[in-house]
């Protein structure tokens, strides 16, 4: 059927494709409570801060949200070690990346995207008609060298997650410092960091550090993962001056609602709940790597709340034969990695049913 002109760009645009919901498990194979390891939620559920806070936020929800997210940025400000005038909040970051796209992208004007990696940057990027460059890696790993080698006047942003979705490594500090030594002031680098809570390998540096000295990086932030809130939405951009009143401009006015700017910033001080999932993420990391091994399978060593997990030829079908008992994980196909799952870490109970499912049908 005919209908209204989308801008031409808009046709090329993939579409996201997201984890199999727990509903979908239930309604296909009858399984009343699937265990969902497909979208690197946090398994302990919201902090009880956090829950305390949106229950008493309520109350407010016929009044207009603050604007300006004050009390939000002040909490946020204490926890990445920055000043809150460095702070932009987003109704998750993907709407800090949309954000991004919209202030520094043009039709034409080029973005560089490591080959495997988060979708919605290619998705915010071409929404804004830019062209993607796709950067190769090196394994599993970022390769910075490639990223500096195809950049050129025409590149407007430069995308890394750090760590690296779906791969879970991290660039250390040099590389950082590299990337950002080598590309001009002119080209915004966006440092995503929604998984750097659970980085546990020395060399790692949040370029928080970076922004008062470069202007030109931006780095991400969510609570979606370490701090249980995706179904709240709240993510941040630290940045520099230029960066911060540029997207302030085009910021929708109310984009935070009072649950999440409320529980956002409780979540926040919430240093016990924060102390427990890592916990429980470093010791399921653990438990996963050994299992895993012991069933002959190869995992790339992860820094983040998820494990990309070798499976081989048969992956598709292992993938089907553990949502029909009740696993939900993440098969690569959508990601161009055929052949492997990405798992994220859940309770223990959950990740050992994962592993005696895993067992059964390999
Ligand atoms: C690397 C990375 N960045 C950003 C996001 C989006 O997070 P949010 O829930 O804050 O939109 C995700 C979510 O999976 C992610 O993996």
Redesign the pocket.
């Known amino acids: 059927m005919k209908g209204p002109k989308p801008a031409p760009w808009i046709g090329k645009i993939p579409a996201y494709v997201p984890g199999t919901s727990k509903d979908t498990v239930t309604e296909r194979y009858g399984i009343k409570n699937p265990i969902k390891l497909a979208?690197?939620e946090n398994p302990l559920g919201p902090s009880p801060a956090a829950l305390e806070a949106a229950d008493a936020a309520r109350a407010g929800m016929h009044l207009y949200p603050d604007p300006d997210a004050l009390e939000l940025r002040a909490a946020a400000a204490a926890f990445f070690r920055c000043r809150s005038d460095q702070i932009v909040a987003?109704n998750?970051?993907?709407?800090?990346?949309d954000l991004l796209c919209r202030a520094y992208l043009v039709p034409g004007r080029e973005v560089i995207i490591p080959a495997l990696?988060?979708s919605?940057y290619r998705i915010a990027s071409l929404v804004c008609g830019a062209e993607v460059v796709v950067s190769a890696m090196d394994g599993f790993a970022v390769d910075v060298d490639d990223i500096i080698e195809r950049a050129s006047e025409k590149t407007g942003i430069v995308f890394v997650?750090n760590p690296?979705?779906p791969t879970g490594t991290c660039l250390k500090q040099a590389d950082i410092l590299k990337l950002v030594s080598a590309l001009p002031p002119e080209t915004l680098i966006v440092l995503?960091e929604?998984?750097a809570a659970f980085v546990r390998e020395k060399g790692f540096m949040s370029a928080v550090k970076l922004i008062d000295e470069h202007s030109n990086v931006a780095t991400?932030h969510?609570?979606?993962?370490s701090h249980g809130l995706?179904g709240l939405?709240?993510?941040f951009c630290v940045a520099g001056e230029p960066v911060i009143s540029t997207i302030s401009r085009i910021k929708p006015p109310f984009n935070m609602n009072i649950m999440a700017l409320k529980a956002g910033a409780a979540a926040l001080g919430d240093k016990e709940f924060l102390k427990q999932t890592l916990e429980v993420t470093w010791q399921g990391l653990d438990y996963l790597y050994e299992e895993v091994g012991r069933l002959g399978l190869a995992y790339v060593p992860s820094q983040t709340n998820f494990v990309l997990i070798h499976i081989g030829e048969r992956y598709l079908r292992v993938y089907e034969e553990l949502l029909k008992r009740g696993i939900i994980t993440r098969a690569m196909t959508s990601f161009g990695l055929d052949g492997y799952l990405r798992v994220s870490i859940g309770l223990p109970g959950e990740n050992e049913a994962f592993v005696r499912a895993l067992r059964e049908v390999l």
């Not at 998750?92 to 990346?97: A, C, H, M, T, V």
Request: aromatic fraction near 12%; glycine fraction near 12%.
């Open positions: 979208s690197n987003g998750g970051s993907d709407e800090i990346l990696t988060f919605y997650a690296n979705n995503d929604a998984y991400i969510t609570l979606s993962k995706a939405r709240v993510g």
